[in-house]
């Protein structure tokens, strides 16, 4: 059974558009984050969600938007795409609690932004 | 530079030899973690060692944590093709409700066969 998963895998999308990608674990765990890598393989964390409630807003425009409707799902909306916006987004969950903060990733959605 | 920092940022070896990566960071942590991430894939969980431990094993790895210079190790032990990924140090430091996971740039490991 599949952990942490992502909707679409790929997506394809013109400049200016609004798109969303959604994320879901099955894991119970308690909070969620949402990581862009770049084109160098860079891992930055955008958003840090804790049973429903940001935790972590890391430097990153208001085009991106996150929604968390249960602690199993978190949602990443993005308006007004932007050719800089194209990389791989992967939504990741861990445990609280244990107090290490292990991460389990999803496979990842690679957005292109034409 | 960032927080966890791996170097080589490129290693290429032959099946069998020994693969040792590093990670430096300049804050203190709670924990560090190693991860590994296949090619198109999302990242996969290694092994963790707390800033109380100095050393880790698991399996063919071997973790070694130093927080008086601030650096990590990861080190991979007769290496094999499958063992061709990109590996990522991570740490984690704060407090309470507010714990923040940094990731480091990589280290792209090629374990020719």
């Known amino acids: 059974d599949t952990a942490v998963s992502q909707t679409p895998k790929y997506l394809v999308t013109q400049m200016g558009n609004d798109k969303s990608i959604k994320c879901e674990q099955n894991?119970?765990?308690?909070?969620m984050y949402w990581y862009k890598q770049d084109s160098k393989k860079f891992l930055k964390i955008m958003f840090s969600y804790n049973n429903k409630e940001l935790i972590i807003n890391e430097t990153v425009p208001n085009r991106f938007s996150p929604k968390s409707p249960d602690k199993a799902h978190l949602n990443l909306h993005i308006n007004s795409l932007e050719l800089g916006d194209s990389a791989v987004y992967f939504c990741?969950?861990?445990?609280?609690?244990?107090?290490?903060?292990?991460?389990?990733f999803g496979p990842g959605t690679r957005l292109t932004v034409l | 530079s960032q927080q966890g920092e791996e170097d080589p940022q490129a290693l290429s070896i032959q099946e069998g030899e020994n693969a040792t990566m590093n990670c430096s960071y300049k804050?203190?942590?709670?924990?560090l973690q190693w991860y590994r991430q296949n090619s198109g894939r999302g990242l996969v969980h290694l092994i963790l060692?707390?800033?109380?431990?100095r050393e880790k094993h698991s399996g063919r790895l071997r973790v070694t944590l130093d927080t008086s210079k601030k650096s990590s190790s990861l080190l991979i032990t007769a290496s094999r093709a499958a063992d061709t990924a990109s590996y990522f140090c991570?740490?984690?430091?704060?407090?309470?409700?507010?714990?923040?996971?940094?990731f480091g740039i990589g280290t792209k490991l090629q374990v020719i066969p």
């Open positions: 990741a969950s861990s445990p609280l609690g244990q107090g290490y903060y292990t991460q389990y």
């Open positions: 804050t203190s942590i709670n924990n």
């Open positions: 991570a740490t984690v430091r704060g407090a309470g409700g507010y714990q923040k996971v940094t």
């Open positions: 060692i707390r800033s109380n431990e």
């Open positions: 894991l119970g765990h308690d909070t």
